[in-house]
């Protein structure tokens, strides 16, 4: 008997390098992935909500690398990133420039998915002499009180779900050992958040709002849209590019985790964004 259950392609895991710490003075630790050539242009990659550095990035981070110096990180209250008493985007910001200092990168571009992009925003208007280009990927300039913590946390449960019932029951009898521990690693990296740091995430990324500063940004930025998102809102998203004075948008039709669960349509159109500034 044939299985009919479809199975979310995954990209492989087997060349995600392994993130090494570094110390941030007066902030704390957190762990980093610094790829690609020292002399290339610099890109710092800013992670979604629920999510680590790798996770968000990895499908993209080799294609990326072959024209840029690419730095990720885990965000605090994420994967290895650092614990505080208290989870502000304000402190998120400081951190991505204290983590460019730690590595010696005077300018910078900035790419952010999703919660990540809510924190270039802010990186982005507080250093503007640093920050030479924007990325923006399924973000908004605020995240609308309407959608409340259980919306968010309902996706991203039924994402880890979708992971785990494939990592215990792939489609095929026969189906690579290979393809079974991308899964695991996928799900290990989601469960190095807890539920609680996620609401408490969420609740804070509720705050936020960028609409009335957003107008005075004046570097080349572009938006990835994923049209298809029931997280934020395309038609947010879009409002954000609006909001900043020559961004282009580029559109992918997708969900919220295309970073990931579409990479083969979302991974183009992100190398084209990030070419485009």
């Given at each position: 008997m044939t299985a009919t259950r479809r199975l979310v392609t995954v990209p492989p895991?087997?060349?995600v390098p392994d993130p090494v710490p570094l110390e941030l003075p007066g902030r704390?630790?957190?762990?980093?992935?610094?790829?690609?050539?020292r002399d290339a242009p610099a890109l710092v990659l800013l992670h979604s909500v629920a999510c680590t550095g790798l996770l968000t990035w990895y499908p993209a981070l080799d294609r990326l690398a072959r024209d840029h110096r690419v730095v990720v990180f885990?965000?605090?209250?994420?994967?290895?990133?650092?614990?505080?008493?208290?989870?502000?985007?304000?402190?998120?910001?400081?951190?991505?420039?204290?983590?460019?200092?730690?590595?010696?990168?005077?300018e910078f571009a900035l790419a952010g998915y999703s919660m990540g992009g809510m924190v270039a925003q802010l990186v982005a208007h507080a250093e503007p002499e640093r920050v030479t280009g924007l990325v923006l990927c399924s973000t908004a300039s605020n995240f609308?009180?309407?959608?409340?913590?259980?919306v968010a946390l309902d996706v991203f449960g039924r994402t880890l779900r979708q992971l785990r019932e494939h990592v215990k029951a792939p489609v095929v009898p026969a189906a690579p050992l290979r393809r079974?521990?991308?899964?695991?690693?996928g799900l290990r990296e989601f469960r190095s958040t807890t539920p609680w740091e996620i609401a408490v995430a969420v609740d804070e990324i509720g705050r936020f709002d960028s609409t009335p500063w957003l107008h005075t940004l004046r570097l080349p930025t572009a938006v990835v849209v994923t049209a298809r998102d029931r997280f934020i809102a395309p038609d947010h998203q879009r409002s954000l590019a609006r909001r900043i004075p020559g961004a282009a948008t580029y559109e992918?039709?997708?969900g919220h985790a295309a970073c990931v669960l579409a990479a083969d349509r979302w991974v183009p159109a992100l190398l084209t964004a990030v070419h485009s500034v």
């Open positions: 895991t087997a060349a704390g630790r957190t762990v980093v992935t610094d790829v690609g050539p885990d965000q605090r209250w994420h994967g290895q990133g650092i614990r505080s008493p208290e989870f502000r985007l304000a402190d998120c910001a400081a951190d991505v420039t204290a983590v460019a200092d730690a590595l010696g990168l005077e609308r009180r309407g959608l409340r913590q259980r079974v521990e991308d899964y695991r690693w992918v039709p997708a």
